[in-house]
């Protein structure tokens, strides 16, 4: 099989709906798999770790390390110092580091540049959560446990 013939496997495997090709010929094997799991055109998260900023919501920078969790100020809110971190990658949101544990932030709570504020699991790794800005707590705006989209508010912080 030349170099021609697998693109045209490949761009075949793409636009149809076949999810995965495999082929074997005397000594010769290929396998095509479509990314399961991920809808098409969204962001691939790769596991690091991951500090929130107060800077505006960007898409995901692959290519460079530690990644950035977007902060945006709320619609309509009237104080200005309030503003969202959100979720940097896809994945499930879990406020403590075992099920037993104390949580890392609570409503309230002081945080300071490199608090731990809560973990995200994808591709069963364990990514830290860690704040870029001084502030207070004011909303948790997820439940432990549930799942999160990229760019999806965490929490409310009053920053200070």
């Known amino acids: 099989m030349n170099l021609n013939e697998i693109r045209r496997l490949i761009r075949l495997v793409e636009t149809s709906a076949i999810d995965e090709l ?3 010929e005397d ?3 290929i396998r095509i798999t479509k990314n399961r799991g991920v809808p098409s055109g969204a962001p691939v998260a790769f596991p690091q770790l991951v500090q929130a900023t107060s800077h505006g919501a960007h898409p995901p920078q692959l290519d460079k390390a530690p990644h950035e969790a977007p902060t945006e100020p709320i619609a309509g809110q009237k104080n200005e ?3 969202e971190i959100c979720s940097p990658m896809v994945g499930t949101f879990y ?5 037993d544990a104390e949580p ?3 409503e309230g709570d002081m945080i300071h540049p490199g608090k731990i504020l809560c973990i995200i699991e994808a ?3 364990m990514n830290e959560i860690e704040a870029e800005i001084h502030g207070k ?5 997820v439940e432990n446990g549930q799942p999160v ?3 999806q508010p965490l929490f409310l912080v009053e920053k200070g």
């Open 123 to 125: 591709m069963k790794l």
């Open 81 to 83: 110092n309030v503003v």
């Open 149 to 151: 989209e990229y760019n």
């Open 22 to 24: 495999e082929i074997q």
């Open 104 to 106: 890392y932030v609570r």
């Open 137 to 141: 707590i004011m909303k948790i705006l």
């Open 27 to 29: 000594k010769f094997q």
């Open 95 to 99: 406020r403590a580091p075992a099920p």
